[in-house]
């Protein structure tokens, strides 16, 4: 079966003003390096917006009306010092959503293996009533409750390895047994959650950060030794990635040391686990990544790798 790429026009309509990291020419280096003939064989899609009705299981009905009174507003506004929304913005989060619930569509339907969602603006700071750190609405936890509700998938766990902690994925989970996220990330970052001690009503949040100035050897460690067994005993039907690329040694975003490498390595894991709990149903979301040449390089081998799994 094949590996689906979502990357809607949308997403690149989201204005965010000079100078900020979150901009679309993050897409547009991952568009040219996945039209190599190497990604020949990966399949397009195309995808709408989510509904309100898929937002607001992630999110307070009164939060999503606020997001949208924004659609094709004049200027810049500041939701926060991070968070910008301009006139294409709402459309762009309400399609990054959009293609989330699309992946989660046709994985589950058996149409696809697994699906790479190369979307903007990112979702996983965003939180059940607050837009932060880029975010507006939470792609994986949208994605995460639309299989849930409309295809009857029980367990479903978020593997989150961007740089930041996603305070957003963990709040709306932290209450329900069958929502599982795991999160390898650095200690003291942005925006200053995620400490191990962190780990949900049902034992259902499993935090792993790392000491600032790590890098692979840290990185195997805790995935070794927590994210993995943690993923393995939770044993999910459906497997989302908060596939953040910004703890690479090249981004300016982080003072984590990972290489390309270690982001092929985590990818074939997590494709190595899926395939043993759950027929290999991957969909991976486009969080962080600022410094375009390493942000290209990891996804382009993070999408490889997905696709030899869907062989």
């Not at 009164?62 to 009174?69: A, R």
């Not at 569509?105 to 603006?121: H, M, Y």
């Not at 990330?185 to 790392?210: D, F, K, S």
């Not at 910004?246 to 982001?263: F, K, V």
């Amino acid at each position: 079966m094949p590996t689906l790429l979502f990357m809607p026009p949308q997403c690149f309509e989201h204005d965010t003003g000079n100078g900020h990291p979150e901009n679309a020419g993050r897409l547009r280096a991952i568009d040219n390096i996945l039209n190599a003939e190497m990604f020949s064989f990966l399949t397009r899609a195309a995808n709408g917006p989510a509904t309100r009705e898929q937002l607001e299981r992630a999110h307070d009905v009164n939060y999503v009306s606020q997001i949208l009174q924004y659609d094709d507003c004049a200027g810049y506004v500041e939701i926060d010092p991070d968070t910008i929304i301009s006139g294409g913005s709402v459309q762009g989060a309400l399609y990054a959503a959009g293609a989330a619930c699309a992946a989660v569509d046709e994985v589950l339907r058996g149409t696809a293996r697994n699906a790479f969602c190369a979307i903007r603006p990112p979702g996983h700071h965003a939180e059940i009533d607050k837009a932060m750190g880029f975010c507006l609405f939470n792609n994986a936890a949208v994605a995460a409750l639309h299989a849930r509700h409309e295809h009857g998938i029980q367990k479903v766990a978020v593997i989150d390895f961007d740089v930041h902690h996603g305070n957003g994925v963990q709040s709306i989970f932290w209450n329900d047994e069958n929502l599982f996220y795991a999160s390898v990330h650095e200690n003291g970052g942005y925006p200053r959650t995620g400490p191990a001690r962190e780990t949900g009503a049902h034992n259902n949040i499993l935090n792993a950060p790392l000491r600032p100035g790590g890098g692979s050897a840290e990185l195997h460690q805790a995935w070794d030794e927590k994210i993995e067994p943690g993923l393995r005993e939770f044993s999910p039907d459906l497997i989302i990635i908060s596939a953040g690329f910004d703890a690479h040694e090249h981004d300016h975003m982080s003072q984590l040391n990972y290489s390309t490498a270690d982001y092929a390595w985590m990818s074939d894991r997590i494709v190595r686990l899926a395939k043993e709990c759950c027929d290999g149903r991957i969909i991976s979301l486009l969080e962080g990544g600022y410094d375009i040449p390493s942000l290209a390089a990891s996804v382009s081998v993070h999408v490889k790798i997905m696709m030899e799994g869907a062989r």
